[in-house]
Protein backbone atom coordinates (compact mmCIF):
# COMPACT_ATOMS: atom_id res chain seq x y z
CA UNK A 1 0.00 0.00 0.00
CA UNK A 2 1.38 3.60 -1.50
CA UNK A 3 0.75 6.39 -1.43
CA UNK A 4 2.22 7.75 -4.81
CA UNK A 5 0.54 4.21 -6.37
CA UNK A 6 -2.83 5.88 -5.28
CA UNK A 7 -2.43 9.09 -6.13
CA UNK A 8 -1.86 7.53 -9.91
CA UNK A 9 -5.11 5.32 -9.47
CA UNK A 10 -6.71 8.53 -8.22
CA UNK A 11 -5.55 10.31 -11.52
CA UNK A 12 -6.29 7.72 -13.74
CA UNK A 13 -9.90 7.52 -12.84
CA UNK A 14 -12.63 9.85 -13.65
CA UNK A 15 -15.88 8.08 -12.43
CA UNK A 16 -16.30 5.92 -9.77
CA UNK A 17 -19.27 4.33 -8.52
CA UNK A 18 -18.75 4.68 -4.66
CA UNK A 19 -16.86 7.69 -3.10
CA UNK A 20 -16.46 7.27 0.48
CA UNK A 21 -14.73 10.70 3.02
CA UNK A 22 -13.58 9.64 6.18
CA UNK A 23 -10.93 6.68 6.47
CA UNK A 24 -11.97 5.76 10.31
CA UNK A 25 -14.03 2.10 11.34
CA UNK A 26 -17.31 2.81 9.41
CA UNK A 27 -15.38 4.18 6.04
CA UNK A 28 -12.62 1.63 5.61
CA UNK A 29 -15.56 -0.92 6.42
CA UNK A 30 -17.32 0.66 3.39
CA UNK A 31 -14.42 0.86 1.10
CA UNK A 32 -13.80 -2.94 1.99
CA UNK A 33 -17.24 -3.79 1.34
CA UNK A 34 -18.31 -2.03 -1.87
CA UNK A 35 -14.55 -2.85 -3.29
CA UNK A 36 -15.48 -6.46 -2.57
CA UNK A 37 -18.64 -6.68 -4.35
CA UNK A 38 -16.66 -4.88 -7.08
CA UNK A 39 -17.68 -1.57 -7.44
CA UNK A 40 -15.25 1.00 -8.65
CA UNK A 41 -14.13 2.55 -5.03
CA UNK A 42 -12.40 5.56 -3.56
CA UNK A 43 -11.85 6.48 0.24
CA UNK A 44 -10.33 9.57 0.81
CA UNK A 45 -8.96 10.70 4.80
CA UNK A 46 -8.28 14.53 5.28
CA UNK A 47 -5.82 13.40 8.03
CA UNK A 48 -4.59 9.50 8.79
CA UNK A 49 -6.47 6.36 8.85
CA UNK A 50 -8.42 6.15 12.58
CA UNK A 51 -6.61 9.27 13.37
CA UNK A 52 -9.85 10.27 15.48
CA UNK A 53 -12.27 7.85 17.17
CA UNK A 54 -11.31 4.39 15.63
CA UNK A 55 -7.30 4.58 17.24
CA UNK A 56 -8.72 5.66 20.65
CA UNK A 57 -11.20 3.04 21.60
CA UNK A 58 -10.99 0.85 24.57
CA UNK A 59 -9.73 -1.76 22.94
CA UNK A 60 -12.94 -4.13 22.99
CA UNK A 61 -14.51 -6.31 20.32
CA UNK A 62 -18.02 -6.43 22.23
CA UNK A 63 -21.62 -7.36 22.16
CA UNK A 64 -21.89 -4.51 24.62
CA UNK A 65 -23.12 -5.81 28.79
CA UNK A 66 -24.30 -2.39 29.36
CA UNK A 67 -26.78 -2.07 26.43
CA UNK A 68 -28.63 -5.73 27.69
CA UNK A 69 -29.00 -4.35 30.91
CA UNK A 70 -30.54 -1.40 29.06
CA UNK A 71 -33.37 -4.18 26.85
CA UNK A 72 -31.40 -3.28 23.76
CA UNK A 73 -31.16 -7.23 22.83
CA UNK A 74 -31.40 -6.47 19.18
CA UNK A 75 -28.34 -4.36 19.23
CA UNK A 76 -26.40 -6.99 21.68
CA UNK A 77 -27.45 -9.87 19.16
CA UNK A 78 -26.04 -8.24 16.24
CA UNK A 79 -22.60 -6.97 18.02
CA UNK A 80 -22.02 -10.57 19.33
CA UNK A 81 -22.26 -11.94 16.02
CA UNK A 82 -19.97 -9.41 14.53
CA UNK A 83 -17.47 -10.23 17.39
CA UNK A 84 -17.49 -14.07 15.92
CA UNK A 85 -16.88 -12.92 12.37
CA UNK A 86 -14.24 -10.50 13.53
CA UNK A 87 -12.28 -13.03 15.71
CA UNK A 88 -12.88 -15.67 12.70
CA UNK A 89 -11.71 -12.87 9.45
CA UNK A 90 -8.94 -10.32 11.79
CA UNK A 91 -7.49 -13.28 13.72
CA UNK A 92 -3.98 -11.79 14.33
CA UNK A 93 -5.38 -8.94 15.95
CA UNK A 94 -8.93 -10.07 17.58
CA UNK A 95 -8.27 -12.46 20.57
CA UNK A 96 -10.11 -13.89 23.28
CA UNK A 97 -10.38 -11.91 26.52
CA UNK A 98 -11.79 -13.50 30.00
CA UNK A 99 -12.92 -10.44 32.03
CA UNK A 100 -13.81 -11.11 35.89
CA UNK A 101 -16.60 -9.50 37.73
CA UNK A 102 -15.61 -8.80 41.40
CA UNK A 103 -18.95 -9.21 43.47
CA UNK A 104 -18.50 -7.18 47.08
CA UNK A 105 -22.36 -7.86 48.20
CA UNK A 106 -23.57 -11.95 48.23
CA UNK A 107 -26.45 -11.32 45.25
CA UNK A 108 -23.85 -9.76 42.92
CA UNK A 109 -22.96 -13.18 41.70
CA UNK A 110 -26.16 -14.57 40.95
CA UNK A 111 -27.32 -11.80 39.18
CA UNK A 112 -24.33 -11.54 36.48
CA UNK A 113 -23.94 -14.66 36.05
CA UNK A 114 -28.02 -15.18 35.16
CA UNK A 115 -27.43 -11.87 32.79
CA UNK A 116 -24.24 -12.77 31.29
CA UNK A 117 -25.53 -16.60 30.68
CA UNK A 118 -28.09 -14.78 28.63
CA UNK A 119 -25.63 -12.89 26.79
CA UNK A 120 -24.04 -16.18 25.92
CA UNK A 121 -26.93 -17.55 24.54
CA UNK A 122 -27.56 -14.80 22.27
CA UNK A 123 -23.77 -15.33 20.79
CA UNK A 124 -25.12 -18.64 19.87
CA UNK A 125 -22.38 -20.66 17.82
CA UNK A 126 -20.29 -17.96 18.29
CA UNK A 127 -19.91 -18.05 21.50
CA UNK A 128 -16.22 -17.17 22.55
CA UNK A 129 -16.70 -19.14 25.99
CA UNK A 130 -19.28 -19.26 28.91
CA UNK A 131 -19.93 -17.42 31.80
CA UNK A 132 -19.78 -18.96 35.46
CA UNK A 133 -19.68 -17.95 39.04
CA UNK A 134 -16.40 -18.39 41.44
CA UNK A 135 -15.26 -18.40 44.36
CA UNK A 136 -13.76 -15.21 46.43
CA UNK A 137 -10.39 -17.42 46.44
CA UNK A 138 -10.38 -17.87 42.26
CA UNK A 139 -11.12 -14.23 41.89
CA UNK A 140 -8.13 -13.63 43.99
CA UNK A 141 -6.26 -16.21 41.79
CA UNK A 142 -7.42 -14.72 37.92
CA UNK A 143 -6.89 -11.00 39.60
CA UNK A 144 -4.01 -11.22 42.22
CA UNK A 145 -4.05 -7.35 42.38
CA UNK A 146 -8.48 -6.87 43.00
CA UNK A 147 -9.12 -5.04 46.27
CA UNK A 148 -10.20 -7.96 48.62
CA UNK A 149 -11.51 -6.08 51.46
CA UNK A 150 -15.65 -6.91 51.05
CA UNK A 151 -14.99 -9.27 48.16
CA UNK A 152 -17.61 -12.13 48.22
CA UNK A 153 -17.72 -13.82 44.60
CA UNK A 154 -17.02 -12.95 41.16
CA UNK A 155 -17.38 -14.04 37.75
CA UNK A 156 -16.27 -14.56 35.10
CA UNK A 157 -17.11 -14.17 30.78
CA UNK A 158 -15.69 -13.69 27.90
CA UNK A 159 -15.16 -10.82 25.06
CA UNK A 160 -12.76 -9.99 22.49
CA UNK A 161 -9.68 -7.67 22.05
CA UNK A 162 -7.83 -5.63 19.82
CA UNK A 163 -5.78 -3.45 18.03
CA UNK A 164 -8.40 -0.77 16.74
CA UNK A 165 -5.72 0.95 14.51
CA UNK A 166 -3.73 -1.66 13.39
CA UNK A 167 -6.88 -3.09 12.08
CA UNK A 168 -8.04 0.17 10.31
CA UNK A 169 -4.81 -0.17 8.59
CA UNK A 170 -5.08 -3.70 7.73
CA UNK A 171 -9.05 -2.84 6.23
CA UNK A 172 -7.20 -0.10 4.12
CA UNK A 173 -4.98 -2.81 2.89
CA UNK A 174 -7.96 -5.71 2.07
CA UNK A 175 -9.68 -2.69 0.12
CA UNK A 176 -6.37 -2.11 -1.76
CA UNK A 177 -6.26 -5.46 -2.78
CA UNK A 178 -9.74 -5.59 -3.52
CA UNK A 179 -9.04 -2.58 -6.27
CA UNK A 180 -10.06 0.38 -3.92
CA UNK A 181 -7.95 3.36 -4.59
CA UNK A 182 -7.24 4.78 -0.70
CA UNK A 183 -5.83 8.13 0.01
CA UNK A 184 -4.57 9.60 3.65
CA UNK A 185 -4.25 13.22 3.63
CA UNK A 186 -6.48 13.73 1.14
CA UNK A 187 -9.68 16.56 2.27
CA UNK A 188 -12.72 16.79 0.59
CA UNK A 189 -13.20 20.74 0.62
CA UNK A 190 -16.09 21.03 -1.48
CA UNK A 191 -19.56 19.09 -2.95
CA UNK A 192 -20.52 18.92 -6.55
CA UNK A 193 -23.84 19.37 -7.44
CA UNK A 194 -25.64 19.47 -10.55
CA UNK A 195 -28.67 21.73 -11.57
CA UNK A 196 -31.26 19.61 -9.76
CA UNK A 197 -29.21 20.05 -6.15
CA UNK A 198 -27.71 16.35 -6.43
CA UNK A 199 -24.39 15.53 -5.23
CA UNK A 200 -22.61 14.14 -8.00
CA UNK A 201 -18.95 14.22 -6.73
CA UNK A 202 -16.70 15.99 -4.52
CA UNK A 203 -13.34 18.63 -4.48
CA UNK A 204 -10.27 17.12 -2.87
CA UNK A 205 -7.23 18.61 -1.55
CA UNK A 206 -3.89 16.81 -1.52
CA UNK A 207 -2.61 17.87 1.76
CA UNK A 208 0.72 17.38 0.67
CA UNK A 209 1.03 19.45 -2.51
CA UNK A 210 -1.93 21.64 -2.10
CA UNK A 211 -2.98 20.20 -5.45
CA UNK A 212 -7.05 20.56 -6.45
CA UNK A 213 -8.84 17.97 -8.19
CA UNK A 214 -12.48 17.17 -8.65
CA UNK A 215 -13.86 13.57 -8.98
CA UNK A 216 -17.07 12.27 -9.73
CA UNK A 217 -19.34 9.45 -8.50
CA UNK A 218 -22.43 7.64 -8.53
CA UNK A 219 -22.45 7.26 -4.66
CA UNK A 220 -21.11 9.57 -2.06
CA UNK A 221 -21.04 8.48 1.33
CA UNK A 222 -19.85 10.92 4.54
CA UNK A 223 -18.53 8.68 7.03
CA UNK A 224 -16.43 11.26 9.53
CA UNK A 225 -17.60 10.50 12.20
CA UNK A 226 -17.56 13.49 14.90
CA UNK A 227 -16.92 15.63 11.77
CA UNK A 228 -20.23 14.61 10.10
CA UNK A 229 -21.45 17.93 11.08
CA UNK A 230 -19.18 19.57 8.87
CA UNK A 231 -19.79 17.56 5.71
CA UNK A 232 -23.30 18.30 6.26
CA UNK A 233 -22.85 22.41 6.21
CA UNK A 234 -21.31 21.44 2.57
CA UNK A 235 -24.59 19.77 1.85
CA UNK A 236 -27.22 21.25 3.58
CA UNK A 237 -29.37 24.70 3.11
CA UNK A 238 -30.45 25.08 6.75
CA UNK A 239 -28.01 23.78 9.33
CA UNK A 240 -28.81 20.59 11.71
CA UNK A 241 -27.11 18.74 14.16
CA UNK A 242 -26.73 15.29 13.23
CA UNK A 243 -24.16 13.63 15.71
CA UNK A 244 -23.44 14.82 19.20
CA UNK A 245 -19.57 14.26 20.51
CA UNK A 246 -19.52 12.27 23.64
CA UNK A 247 -15.71 12.07 24.75
CA UNK A 248 -14.01 8.91 26.65
CA UNK A 249 -11.09 8.63 28.19
CA UNK A 250 -8.23 5.89 29.24
CA UNK A 251 -5.94 6.10 31.67
CA UNK A 252 -2.72 3.58 30.91
CA UNK A 253 -0.74 1.97 33.90
CA UNK A 254 2.14 -0.54 33.95
CA UNK A 255 1.17 -4.12 34.07
CA UNK A 256 2.20 -4.58 37.86
CA UNK A 257 -1.38 -2.86 38.73
CA UNK A 258 -3.11 -5.73 37.16
CA UNK A 259 -0.40 -9.07 36.97
CA UNK A 260 -3.00 -11.19 35.00
CA UNK A 261 -4.43 -11.93 31.32
CA UNK A 262 -7.56 -11.71 33.04
CA UNK A 263 -9.50 -7.97 32.74
CA UNK A 264 -11.44 -6.52 35.53
CA UNK A 265 -14.95 -5.03 34.42
CA UNK A 266 -17.02 -3.00 37.06
CA UNK A 267 -20.52 -3.16 36.02
CA UNK A 268 -21.63 -0.09 38.18
CA UNK A 269 -19.68 2.69 39.06
CA UNK A 270 -20.18 5.54 41.34
CA UNK A 271 -22.23 7.48 38.62
CA UNK A 272 -23.46 4.11 36.74
CA UNK A 273 -21.08 3.96 34.41
CA UNK A 274 -18.93 0.38 32.86
CA UNK A 275 -15.57 0.40 34.01
CA UNK A 276 -12.80 -1.91 32.59
CA UNK A 277 -8.99 -2.54 33.29
CA UNK A 278 -7.79 -4.34 30.19
CA UNK A 279 -4.74 -5.70 29.71
CA UNK A 280 -2.99 -4.74 26.55
CA UNK A 281 0.43 -4.61 25.38
CA UNK A 282 1.67 -5.62 28.17
CA UNK A 283 0.24 -2.79 29.80
CA UNK A 284 -3.08 -2.04 31.88
CA UNK A 285 -5.75 0.28 29.98
CA UNK A 286 -8.04 1.56 32.55
CA UNK A 287 -11.29 3.69 31.46
CA UNK A 288 -13.90 4.18 30.12
CA UNK A 289 -15.69 7.91 30.81
CA UNK A 290 -18.98 9.08 28.75
CA UNK A 291 -19.06 13.26 28.98
CA UNK A 292 -21.16 14.96 26.47
CA UNK A 293 -19.06 18.12 24.83
CA UNK A 294 -19.64 21.20 22.99
CA UNK A 295 -17.16 20.98 20.59
CA UNK A 296 -14.74 18.54 18.74
CA UNK A 297 -11.30 18.41 17.87
CA UNK A 298 -8.47 16.23 16.46
CA UNK A 299 -6.85 15.71 19.23
CA UNK A 300 -9.37 15.67 22.52
CA UNK A 301 -8.18 16.33 25.84
CA UNK A 302 -8.81 14.68 28.54
CA UNK A 303 -10.87 16.63 31.21
CA UNK A 304 -9.07 16.86 35.06
CA UNK A 305 -12.84 15.80 36.14
CA UNK A 306 -12.58 12.51 33.84
CA UNK A 307 -9.28 11.61 34.94
CA UNK A 308 -9.89 11.79 38.14
CA UNK A 309 -13.20 9.44 38.11
CA UNK A 310 -11.08 6.60 36.32
CA UNK A 311 -8.26 7.35 38.86
CA UNK A 312 -10.72 7.45 41.99
CA UNK A 313 -12.72 4.02 40.54
CA UNK A 314 -9.38 2.24 39.83
CA UNK A 315 -8.23 2.89 43.02
CA UNK A 316 -11.43 1.28 44.98
CA UNK A 317 -11.39 -1.74 42.91
CA UNK A 318 -7.13 -2.17 42.95
CA UNK A 319 -5.42 -3.32 46.25
CA UNK A 320 -2.05 -1.26 44.39
CA UNK A 321 -3.17 2.23 44.13
CA UNK A 322 -2.71 3.75 40.75
CA UNK A 323 -1.25 7.66 40.84
CA UNK A 324 -1.05 10.61 39.23
CA UNK A 325 2.41 9.72 39.05
CA UNK A 326 2.18 6.66 37.79
CA UNK A 327 0.04 7.07 34.17
CA UNK A 328 1.69 6.39 31.47
CA UNK A 329 -0.73 8.05 28.81
CA UNK A 330 -3.72 9.09 28.96
CA UNK A 331 -5.73 8.98 25.71
CA UNK A 332 -9.06 10.57 25.05
CA UNK A 333 -11.55 9.93 22.36
CA UNK A 334 -15.02 11.07 20.61
CA UNK A 335 -17.92 8.81 19.87
CA UNK A 336 -20.02 10.21 17.11
CA UNK A 337 -23.50 9.71 18.80
CA UNK A 338 -26.54 10.07 16.64
CA UNK A 339 -28.00 13.26 17.67
CA UNK A 340 -31.46 12.46 19.75
CA UNK A 341 -34.80 14.07 18.44
CA UNK A 342 -35.21 15.63 21.57
CA UNK A 343 -32.51 17.79 23.19
CA UNK A 344 -31.37 17.10 26.78
CA UNK A 345 -31.06 13.40 26.45
CA UNK A 346 -27.72 12.11 28.30
CA UNK A 347 -25.22 10.20 26.82
CA UNK A 348 -26.61 6.95 28.57
CA UNK A 349 -29.51 7.65 26.64
CA UNK A 350 -28.33 8.52 22.93
CA UNK A 351 -28.56 5.28 20.98
CA UNK A 352 -25.20 3.60 20.38
CA UNK A 353 -26.97 1.81 17.10
CA UNK A 354 -25.79 3.04 13.79
CA UNK A 355 -28.65 5.41 11.41
CA UNK A 356 -28.04 5.63 7.88
CA UNK A 357 -29.66 9.04 6.87
CA UNK A 358 -29.87 9.96 3.10
CA UNK A 359 -30.11 13.95 2.48
CA UNK A 360 -32.19 14.98 -0.28
CA UNK A 361 -29.30 16.17 -2.11
CA UNK A 362 -28.37 12.24 -2.73
CA UNK A 363 -25.47 12.15 -0.03
CA UNK A 364 -25.39 8.70 2.40
CA UNK A 365 -24.25 9.76 6.07
CA UNK A 366 -23.59 7.33 8.94
CA UNK A 367 -23.70 8.34 12.25
CA UNK A 368 -23.46 6.60 15.35
CA UNK A 369 -22.27 2.51 15.78
CA UNK A 370 -19.20 1.54 17.02
CA UNK A 371 -15.78 -0.82 16.25
CA UNK A 372 -17.27 -4.16 16.58
CA UNK A 373 -20.21 -3.67 14.25
CA UNK A 374 -18.25 -1.99 11.75
CA UNK A 375 -19.11 -4.84 9.10
CA UNK A 376 -22.67 -5.03 9.36
CA UNK A 377 -22.40 -0.89 9.53
CA UNK A 378 -20.43 -0.91 5.80
CA UNK A 379 -23.28 -3.72 4.89
CA UNK A 380 -25.92 -1.55 5.49
CA UNK A 381 -24.44 1.28 3.81
CA UNK A 382 -23.96 -0.21 0.51
CA UNK A 383 -27.13 -2.04 0.86
CA UNK A 384 -29.02 1.43 0.86
CA UNK A 385 -27.24 2.98 -1.51
CA UNK A 386 -28.41 -0.18 -3.50
CA UNK A 387 -32.35 0.34 -2.69
CA UNK A 388 -31.69 3.90 -3.54
CA UNK A 389 -31.15 3.17 -7.34
CA UNK A 390 -27.84 4.45 -7.16
CA UNK A 391 -25.60 1.09 -7.85
CA UNK A 392 -26.56 -1.94 -9.83
CA UNK A 393 -27.71 -4.73 -6.97
CA UNK A 394 -24.64 -7.25 -5.92
CA UNK A 395 -24.54 -9.25 -2.66
CA UNK A 396 -22.19 -8.33 0.09
CA UNK A 397 -18.75 -10.83 0.68
CA UNK A 398 -17.65 -9.73 3.82
CA UNK A 399 -18.93 -11.80 6.53
CA UNK A 400 -16.16 -14.39 5.57
CA UNK A 401 -13.45 -12.01 3.96
CA UNK A 402 -10.54 -12.31 5.35
CA UNK A 403 -8.44 -9.31 6.52
CA UNK A 404 -4.94 -8.12 5.19
CA UNK A 405 -2.67 -10.67 7.97
CA UNK A 406 -5.40 -12.51 9.09
CA UNK A 407 -3.35 -16.08 10.11
CA UNK A 408 -4.87 -19.06 12.09
CA UNK A 409 -4.18 -18.63 15.97
CA UNK A 410 -2.64 -21.68 16.40
CA UNK A 411 0.38 -20.44 14.27
CA UNK A 412 0.33 -17.08 16.17
CA UNK A 413 2.75 -16.54 18.83
CA UNK A 414 1.17 -13.42 20.76
CA UNK A 415 4.39 -13.26 23.51
CA UNK A 416 5.82 -11.70 20.16
CA UNK A 417 4.82 -7.86 19.94
CA UNK A 418 5.16 -8.39 16.19
CA UNK A 419 2.10 -11.01 16.61
CA UNK A 420 -0.28 -8.03 15.45
CA UNK A 421 1.16 -8.46 11.79
CA UNK A 422 -0.24 -11.42 11.24
CA UNK A 423 0.78 -13.07 7.58
CA UNK A 424 3.08 -9.75 7.50
CA UNK A 425 5.19 -11.15 10.28
CA UNK A 426 7.65 -12.33 7.77
CA UNK A 427 7.93 -9.60 6.06
CA UNK A 428 9.45 -7.64 8.76
CA UNK A 429 11.78 -10.17 9.68
CA UNK A 430 13.18 -10.53 6.06
CA UNK A 431 13.36 -6.69 6.17
CA UNK A 432 15.95 -6.56 8.95
CA UNK A 433 17.60 -9.17 7.82
CA UNK A 434 18.44 -7.13 4.92
CA UNK A 435 19.16 -4.00 6.70
CA UNK A 436 20.66 -5.48 9.53
CA UNK A 437 20.86 -1.91 11.02
CA UNK A 438 17.19 -2.10 11.04
CA UNK A 439 16.85 -4.88 14.28
CA UNK A 440 17.64 -1.94 16.31
CA UNK A 441 15.11 -0.85 18.80
CA UNK A 442 13.32 2.06 18.70
CA UNK A 443 13.55 2.69 22.34
CA UNK A 444 15.25 0.49 25.18
CA UNK A 445 12.33 0.06 26.99
CA UNK A 446 10.39 -1.40 24.29
CA UNK A 447 10.63 -4.33 21.78
CA UNK A 448 9.23 -2.64 18.74
CA UNK A 449 12.03 -2.10 15.78
CA UNK A 450 13.31 0.14 13.13
CA UNK A 451 12.51 -1.85 10.67
CA UNK A 452 8.61 -1.65 12.11
CA UNK A 453 8.97 2.40 11.47
CA UNK A 454 10.24 1.81 8.09
CA UNK A 455 7.40 -1.05 6.81
CA UNK A 456 4.62 1.04 7.87
CA UNK A 457 6.16 4.35 6.05
CA UNK A 458 7.00 2.02 2.93
CA UNK A 459 3.78 -0.57 3.19
CA UNK A 460 1.05 1.27 5.15
CA UNK A 461 1.14 4.85 4.33
CA UNK A 462 2.74 6.97 7.23
CA UNK A 463 3.50 10.12 6.40
CA UNK A 464 4.20 11.69 9.84
CA UNK A 465 6.03 10.75 13.37
CA UNK A 466 2.36 10.85 15.25
CA UNK A 467 1.02 8.26 12.07
CA UNK A 468 4.03 6.30 13.19
CA UNK A 469 4.09 6.26 16.60
CA UNK A 470 0.29 6.66 17.39
CA UNK A 471 -1.05 3.92 14.63
CA UNK A 472 0.90 1.94 13.43
CA UNK A 473 3.15 1.29 16.41
CA UNK A 474 1.31 2.39 19.57
CA UNK A 475 4.36 3.74 21.55
CA UNK A 476 2.38 7.08 22.00
CA UNK A 477 -0.94 5.36 23.10
CA UNK A 478 1.38 3.04 25.74
CA UNK A 479 3.75 4.98 27.06
CA UNK A 480 3.85 8.93 26.24
CA UNK A 481 7.16 9.76 27.45
CA UNK A 482 8.81 7.17 25.71
CA UNK A 483 6.97 8.56 22.48
CA UNK A 484 8.58 11.74 22.61
CA UNK A 485 11.97 10.40 23.67
CA UNK A 486 12.29 8.51 20.21
CA UNK A 487 10.36 11.30 17.96
CA UNK A 488 13.39 12.75 16.30
CA UNK A 489 15.20 9.19 15.34
CA UNK A 490 11.40 8.66 13.67
CA UNK A 491 11.41 12.09 12.01
CA UNK A 492 15.02 11.20 10.64
CA UNK A 493 13.72 7.84 8.99
CA UNK A 494 10.91 9.51 7.80
CA UNK A 495 13.23 12.28 6.06
CA UNK A 496 15.15 9.65 4.38
CA UNK A 497 12.71 7.23 3.33
CA UNK A 498 10.48 10.38 1.92
CA UNK A 499 12.83 12.60 0.44
CA UNK A 500 12.55 15.95 3.31
CA UNK A 501 14.93 17.99 4.94
CA UNK A 502 16.66 19.11 8.04
CA UNK A 503 13.82 21.98 7.99
CA UNK A 504 11.14 19.37 7.84
CA UNK A 505 12.38 17.33 10.81
CA UNK A 506 12.27 19.76 13.19
CA UNK A 507 8.86 21.19 12.38
CA UNK A 508 8.16 17.51 12.26
CA UNK A 509 9.14 16.59 15.87
CA UNK A 510 8.04 20.31 17.51
CA UNK A 511 4.68 19.50 16.20
CA UNK A 512 4.84 16.13 17.10
CA UNK A 513 5.78 16.68 20.73
CA UNK A 514 2.84 19.47 21.00
CA UNK A 515 0.46 16.27 20.31
CA UNK A 516 2.42 14.16 22.73
CA UNK A 517 1.81 16.55 25.49
CA UNK A 518 -1.90 16.26 24.89
CA UNK A 519 -0.86 12.35 26.23
CA UNK A 520 0.42 13.45 29.91
CA UNK A 521 -1.49 14.51 32.87
CA UNK A 522 -1.26 18.10 33.16
CA UNK A 523 1.58 18.16 35.63
CA UNK A 524 4.08 16.24 33.79
CA UNK A 525 3.21 18.90 30.41
CA UNK A 526 6.13 21.05 29.59
CA UNK A 527 5.46 24.36 28.40
Not at 68 to 94: F, I, P, T, W, Y
Not at 199 to 224: F, H, M, P, S, Y
Not at 296 to 317: C, D, K, N
Not at 450 to 469: C, F, H, K, P
Request: glycine content about 6%; hydrophobic content about 40%.
Amino acid sequence: MKRHEQVSKLNETDEWDVIIIGGGASGLGTAVDAASRGYKTIIVEAVDFAKGTTSRSTKLVHGGVRYLEQGDVSLVKEALKERGLMAQNAAHVVKNQTFVIPNYNWWGGYFYTIGLTIYDLLAGRLSLGRSKYISKKKTIELLPTVEQKGLVSGVIYHDGQFDDSRLAINLAQTAVENGACVLNYTKVINLLKDDNNHVIGVQLEDRETAERKEIKGKVIINATGVFTNSIMKMNDKVYKKYIVPSQGIHLVFDKSFLPSDSALMVPKTSDGRVLFAVPWHDKVIVGTTDTLIKSHSLEPIALESEIEFVLETAQRFLAKKPTRADVLSVFAGLRPLAAPEKEGKSTKEVSRSHKIIVSETGLITITGGKWTTYRKIAEDIIDKAISEKKLPKKECKTEHLSIHGNKKTTTLDRENHLYVYGSDIQNIIDLQNQQPALKQKLHPNYDYTLAEVVWGIRYEMARTIDDVLSRRVRLLFLDARAAIAVSEKVAQLLAKELGHDEDWIKTQTEEFKTIASGFLLPEFRSN
